[in-house]
């Protein structure tokens, strides 16, 4: 099972200070628009895939440094599959960040209660963005 190749997909960022990103979601046309707007911020898009059970796969074959979710995966649950990635005592080396069509405020109480890093609204998506969100993350203190 390998992942879908992303638009454009290349191999020349092999630098360890690259971020290498997953992204997850069901809409072809959006990992298109996704994987190009990440690649000119600098981020290395290692795969795209369309459903849970590749995420899965594919979060633990391909070691990126963050997982975006898309929060409505048609007939799946991207909150489910956040808590799938993030099964306590599993040596996961990635953070995974929601991203979604609706708003924060539509979403707060479910996006508060997941173990996700953060969320991206899919208008706002950069390279920018995704570096803010674990930015607030190394920042917070380990409990």
């Given amino acids: 099972m390998r992942a879908e190749p992303c638009h454009g997909e290349t191999d ?26 990440l690649r000119r911020g600098g981020i290395d898009v290692v795969g795209c895939v369309q459903d849970p059970e590749q995420a899965i796969h594919h979060a633990t074959a391909l070691k990126p440094d963050v997982v975006l979710v898309d929060i409505d995966l048609g ?6 599959l956040a808590e799938q990635l993030h099964q306590p005592g599993e040596q996961r080396t990635f953070h995974v960040i929601l991203i979604s069509t609706h708003s924060r405020q539509e979403l707060a109480e479910l996006i508060a209660r997941s173990p996700a890093a953060g969320f991206i609204p899919k208008a ?6 995704v570096r803010a969100v674990l930015a607030e993350v190394a920042d917070e203190p380990e409990t």
Avoid: Y
């Fill in 75 to 80: 007939g799946d649950d991207g909150f489910r």
């Fill in 12 to 37: 020349h960022m092999k630098s360890p200070t690259v971020l290498r990103c997953l992204i997850v979601d069901d809409n072809r046309e959006f990992l298109q628009t996704a994987t190009d707007v």
């Fill in 124 to 129: 706002a998506l950069s390279a920018t963005a």
